[in-house]
């Protein structure tokens, strides 16, 4: 499978606990971006790589998130102290950017389900 | 502020009717995309339009870019229970310094049998 891979793609946590999510990109992307997304709404930004550099972060990133892609590779997003507020769809992306030459299309993962109780 | 606005919000229609979503922005893309989600399921991406003007189409599905680049719209003709879901349009925004995907908010339609 070539596809874009999170995991979990499930997460029950309780409030204060901290959780982290996985994403490995389509092989050859070199851009991967994170989204989180709650029932009836589009994906909302939160921050994306290009290679191993986080180029930007959304202000609904607050500072109990925090993401890497520390080999330019797959990437974590870990948030601390869960309130239950974060409970939602938490979608990796990747792409080429759009300086490589290629199509910047991006292929999401399914997405971790995050509850938190 | 969302760059991008999609209309209408929600789409309840029988099946076998035509319908029309649509994707307008004030800025330039260098390309859009269109995608379907379902229920707990990451988007699938759909189709990429990129030159102004320009006019796919995928068996049932016929997208249209803007000729300014700015908006994009998907018609649906004969609608089938199966194209149920949340379509969701996305725009590339190469001109910027910083060039990322900006998402609307989607369109939810329910096609009923």
């Known amino acids: 499978d070539t596809g874009v891979s999170q995991d979990p793609r499930h997460k029950i946590t309780k409030r204060g606990q901290n959780v982290t999510f996985r994403c490995d990109p389509i092989?050859?992307?070199?851009?991967l971006y994170w989204y989180r997304q709650t029932l009836g709404q589009g994906p909302e930004f939160l921050t994306y790589?290009?290679?191993?550099?986080?180029?930007?972060k959304s202000r609904l990133l607050s500072d109990r998130f925090s993401a890497e892609r520390p080999k330019g590779s797959f990437s974590t997003l870990e948030i601390q102290r869960t309130e239950q507020g974060d409970s939602a769809m938490y979608l990796c992306?990747?792409?080429?950017?759009?300086?490589?030459?290629?199509?910047?299309?991006?292929?999401f993962g399914q997405g971790t389900r995050l509850t938190v109780v | 502020t969302q760059l991008l606005e999609q209309s209408p919000q929600f789409l309840s229609i029988q099946e076998g009717e035509n319908l029309t979503v649509y994707c307008n922005s004030s800025s330039v893309f260098s390309s859009l995309q269109w995608y379907r989600q379902e229920p707990g399921e990451g988007p699938v991406l759909l189709v990429t339009v990129v030159t102004g003007g320009e006019v796919k189409k995928l068996k049932r599905l016929t997208f249209q870019f803007g000729d300014a680049r700015k908006d994009s719209s998907l018609h649906i003709t004969a609608a089938q229970p199966g194209d149920t879901g949340l379509y969701l349009c996305?725009?590339?925004?190469?001109?910027?310094?910083?060039?990322?995907?900006?998402f609307g908010r989607g369109t939810q339609l329910t096609v009923w049998p």
């Open positions: 092989s050859e992307h070199n851009r």
């Open positions: 996305a725009g590339d925004d190469r001109g910027s310094t910083l060039g990322r995907l900006y």
């Open positions: 992306a990747s792409s080429l950017a759009w300086d490589s030459g290629g199509n910047t299309e991006a292929f």
């Open positions: 790589f290009q290679n191993e550099a986080q180029l930007e």
